[in-house]
């Protein structure tokens, strides 16, 4: 056996997850199974501990990631899936290698071991080929959402079939205000100054950094679920039900007996901490409907707020299997990225 590819004394392993990282940052080491498209991170978390990720890019922009935590032992690590207090932490691997690989094996032994998924061997990854990765994860997942509009232009039926178009165009502003929320810069890099009074810090540009392209990769597979997803036949063009925009917004509407329209409004993007919640009353002479279009509009008061923040002017439109929202303030209350505009898809009122 090529002594490249056997595992590493103790020692040498330690060392070189420590160096791993470079920059002074936390020690951390990369691997990628390129014919699974699978992303292994081993991170220390202490003299001895690891945590151990694993995410599949199988799915471009893909969320899901399997996390373990365990503790390097003989000439590997021994780890299983962090779980919550007190429950069974389940299946336990090792993970054995060196410089060049990393493989994941069940810890011999165990009675019906789980979680396969994470199995196999994964090839250490530079920084550049993670850049190069993450830049082709994302295309792939632009081409998945144009391929849903293009379907959905193509495939709905009705009033709907306008709307793909009308989404695509609101895309961008959406896209813009998702990333300023979940992506945050690294932090600038301590470098030896260039002239004088120079600051001795460098900014990575968003386009070099790995998880920006992630990030990107990440919101447009969450879009591309959302056109791929057909509109519900039952929809009658009524304002009763249930609206969700897939990023994080919800919409609750009711018609009462004398025609006033009950809506809630809420958000939660990205984070708890960029979430908002606004109800009010739309008088019946502010619902008008015109052949296959209804539209409604009211100014809602928002609680716990500066008082010119307060009032928010909302303007609805139902139509098919969606609903159309947007809204205007005179002043956006500090800190807030929280948005309620955008199109809303038509689900029924939940069953008592």
């Known amino acids: 056996m090529n002594s490249r590819t056997q595992p590493l004394p103790l020692a040498v392993m330690a060392f070189f997850l420590f160096v791993a990282c470079g920059h002074g940052a936390e020690p951390v080491a990369h691997f990628y199974d390129e014919e699974g498209l699978r992303f292994l991170t081993l991170r220390n978390t202490s003299a001895t501990g690891v945590e151990v990720t694993m995410r599949s890019a199988a799915e471009p922009g893909s969320t899901g990631v399997w996390t373990g935590q365990g503790n390097r032992k003989d000439n ?4 299983a899936a962090v779980v919550e207090e007190g429950q069974d ?20 032994g165990q009675k019906m071991p789980q979680d396969p998924g994470i199995l196999g061997i994964y090839r250490r990854v530079s920084d550049d080929k993670r850049l190069q990765l993450a830049r082709k994860e994302s295309q792939a997942a632009d081409d998945r959402l144009s391929a849903a509009l293009k379907e959905a232009a193509h495939g709905w039926s009705g009033v709907d079939k306008a709307m793909p178009a009308d989404w695509k165009a609101r895309w ?8 300023k929320i979940g992506y945050q810069p690294p932090e600038p890099k301590q470098v030896k100054p260039a002239q004088p009074f120079s600051s001795g810090k460098e900014t990575l540009s968003p386009e070099k950094d790995v998880n920006y ?24 063009g009524a304002w009763d039900g249930e609206y969700d925009d897939g990023f994080g917004g919800h919409v609750s509407i009711r018609r009462a007996k004398d025609g006033k329209l009950r809506v809630n409004l809420s958000c939660v993007r990205v984070t708890e901490n960029q979430g908002s919640d606004v109800a009010g009353q739309i008088p019946v ?15 809602f008061i928002e609680g716990d707020v500066p008082d010119d923040a307060k009032e928010i002017s909302i303007t609805l439109k139902r139509k098919g299997g969606f609903l159309w929202l947007e809204t205007k303030r ?9 948005w309620f505009d955008g199109i809303y898809r038509w689900a029924p009122v939940p069953a008592e």
């Open 76 to 79: 590997g690590i021994l780890f």
């Open 89 to 108: 932490r389940g299946t336990y691997f090792i993970a054995k290698g060196g410089e060049s690989k990393m493989e994941i094996l069940f810890k011999p």
């Open 172 to 179: 961008p502003v959406l896209l813009g205000r998702w990333m």
């Open 213 to 236: 392209w992630l990030k990107l990769a990440q919101v447009t597979a969450v879009a591309s679920g959302f056109m791929q997803q057909l509109p519900d036949p039952k929809n009658g």
């Open 285 to 299: 002479e502010s619902v008008k409907t015109k052949n296959d279009e209804s539209t409604a509009s009211a100014v």
């Open 330 to 338: 005179k002043a956006t209350p500090p800190g807030s990225l929280s």
